[in-house]
T-cell receptor, first 112, second 117 residues
Framework: GAGVSQSPRYKVTKRGQDVALRCDPI?????LYWYRQALGQGPEFLTY????????KSGLPNDRFSAERPEGSISTLTIQRTEQRDSAMYRC??????????FGPGTRLTVL | GESVGLHLPTLSVQEGDNSIINCAYS??????FIWYKQESGKGPQFIID?????DKRQGQRVTVLLNKTVKHLSLQIAATQPGDSAVYFC????????????????FGKGTKLSVIP
């Protein structure tokens, strides 16, 4: 069984461009979470979904960040008009109901 | 891969010794705690969890202790091996929804464990 996958693994973009980061959770996992991790820090919660419903987006830094999970499986985190401060590792995790969260390998975003 | 060990507290132990990694959590209402291990270039990997109605839980070579009075969590690794070298994060449940029981996690700062062969 495959784990959580994320694509792309690395993304370099110019300031002002939009980016879309994809997460493919473990099959059958109800919950999907997005985190951001800076170097030397623990993951920081952004948002999460149960099925296709976004349950909590309180961690999204501002309205340039949005996420969707239209069919309750794959999710996309979109950052509009990227800024240099958005550079970080973006991690996705999934879980079956309230059980442990399995993390993906992350997408390293660099905004020039 | 990226390094997650920058600017982190570091614990160095001799191979075969026991390791104790400590964590102070912030939210007295948290009722679920997890320890994660993160190796360089990889995502966090679940090690062990504990609920607030317990003060100790044991796994294979690992033990988690919870002291709610002082909001302190510790991870004990027995007979530490080179493969245990990684950054260790504690995480607390920052809230639970009323539906599927899912939750968001708040992670601590992390401790880098280095095992000396």
């Amino acid at each position: 069984g495959a784990g959580v996958s994320q694509s792309p693994r690395y993304k370099v973009t110019k300031r002002g461009q939009d980016v879309a980061l994809r997460c493919d959770p473990i099959s059958g996992h109800v919950s999907l979470y997005w985190y951001r991790q800076a170097l030397g820090q623990g993951p920081e919660f952004l948002t999460y979904f149960n099925y296709e419903a976004q349950q909590d987006k309180s961690g999204l830094p501002n309205d340039r960040f949005s996420a969707e999970r239209p069919e309750g499986s794959i999710s996309t985190l979109t950052i509009q008009r990227t800024e240099q401060r958005d550079s970080a590792m973006y991690r996705c995790a999934s879980s079956f109901l309230g059980n442990e969260q399995f993390f993906g390998p992350g997408t390293r975003l660099t905004v020039l | 891969g990226e390094s997650v060990g920058l600017h982190l507290p570091t614990l160095s132990v001799q191979e075969g010794d026991n390791s104790i990694i400590n964590c102070a959590y912030s939210n007295s209402a948290s009722d679920y705690f997890i320890w994660y291990k993160q190796e360089s270039g990889k995502g966090p990997q679940f090690i062990i969890d504990i609920r607030s109605n317990m003060d100790k839980r044991q796994g294979q070579r690992v033990t988690v202790l919870l002291n709610k009075t002082v909001k302190h969590l510790s991870l004990q690794i027995a007979a530490t091996q080179p493969g245990d070298s990684a950054v260790y994060f504690c995480a607390e449940n920052a809230g639970r929804d009323s539906g599927a029981g899912s939750y968001q996690l708040t992670f601590g700062k992390g401790t880098k464990l280095s095992v000396i062969p």
